[in-house]
């Protein structure tokens, strides 16, 4: 598969990583509903096999559960992928998520991400979101400190503005930033990724498929038969009269896949890729078979004709 380098570090990462999102399993506040470990060590496995190599997670991703499994998958296979998660959100007794950026937060933090992912260094370790905005000079000088201290490799933010980063960059480089980014979310085309470029900041969006809302397989009747704790029932483009916009995206995608050979899915995730300032795309899954749905993503190269004509679906769609 094809790699590129990450930021200003020495992971050559491949262009499509495993997103470790939803093996969380259900019963917290942005759970997808249950999942069967079985099957989401299967599809890393599968992942793996196929030649992706790195993994993404989070310590929020099922309150630690996620992290866990990923932990439980390394045990039962040669391949070492590079591991990434995250640190700032934090939950109480009763799940309750909020946001710390405070040192003995993180600290604690670190501490129980290699405990859970059982390994002594995490290879790029992120701040999940800039909450509380007064703490991230607080919060970036902490992961400075762990870097230091050898327990992690790179450091870097997720779902930071422009601003944000320029305070930390005052510090220490960001190796990278974790955005949003897709057909359904491009906003941060217009000055973050240029930002990213031109300060050798790598950029590994999330959600280039919306959460498999442009995967193809998403409908109405899918969305009603969803579990209660999916966080996409909940979730305006989800639902009318988003979901109809959407679906109508979902054709023009399926249309021009069918021009390569590839998903509708597949040309969505090329479509983030084709920006120059994306390094890679984080693409979650949950079973096996949907690894085999995006792997070819970054195979795809786009003519100009269909990127003009997905850009002009944005501009008639905003």
Request: charged residues 20%; negative net charge; proline residues 5%.
């Amino acid at each position: 598969m094809q790699t590129r380098q990450l930021g200003n570090s020495d992971l050559h990462i491949t262009r499509v990583g495993f997103g470790a999102w939803a093996i969380g399993g259900g019963g917290w506040e942005y759970a997808w509903g249950a999942q069967d470990d079985r099957e989401s060590i299967a599809a890393i496995h599968h992942a793996l096999d196929l030649g992706i190599n790195w993994i993404d997670t989070a310590p929020v991703y099922g309150l630690g559960h996620s992290e866990q499994v990923v932990a439980q998958a390394l045990k039962t296979t040669q391949h070492k992928p590079y591991i990434f998660t995250k640190c700032e959100l934090v939950w109480d007794d009763h799940g309750k998520i909020s946001g710390s950026m405070k040192a003995a937060s993180l600290r604690r933090e670190i501490e129980a991400s290699l405990r859970r992912l059982a390994v002594d260094v995490i290879d790029l370790y992120q701040i999940h979101w800039p909450d509380p905005d007064e703490e991230i000079e607080e919060g970036w000088q902490t992961l400075i400190d762990i870097q230091a201290q050898g327990k992690v490799r790179y450091i870097a933010v997720s779902n930071f503005s422009v601003a944000q980063m320029q305070r930390a960059m005052q510090f220490a480089p960001i190796t990278s930033l974790q955005p949003p980014y897709s057909l359904v979310k491009p906003q941060v085309q217009d000055e973050i990724l240029p930002f990213c470029g031109q300060h050798n900041i790598g950029v590994i969006v999330y959600s280039p498929m919306y959460s498999g809302l442009l995967t193809g397989a998403f409908s109405a009747e899918r969305l009603a038969g969803l579990p209660e704790d999916d966080w996409r029932k909940r979730d305006d483009e989800f639902q009318p009269p988003r979901l109809e916009r959407n679906l109508r995206l979902v054709a023009l995608l399926t249309e021009i896949g069918q021009q390569y050979g590839r998903t509708p899915g597949e040309v969505a995730i090329a479509w983030t890729l084709h920006h120059p300032a994306v390094t890679a795309a984080i693409v979650g899954a949950r079973r096996p078979a949907q690894i085999d749905g995006f792997i070819h993503a970054a195979d795809i190269t786009l003519s100009a004709a269909d990127l003009g004509r997905l850009e002009a679906f944005i501009a008639a769609h905003p």
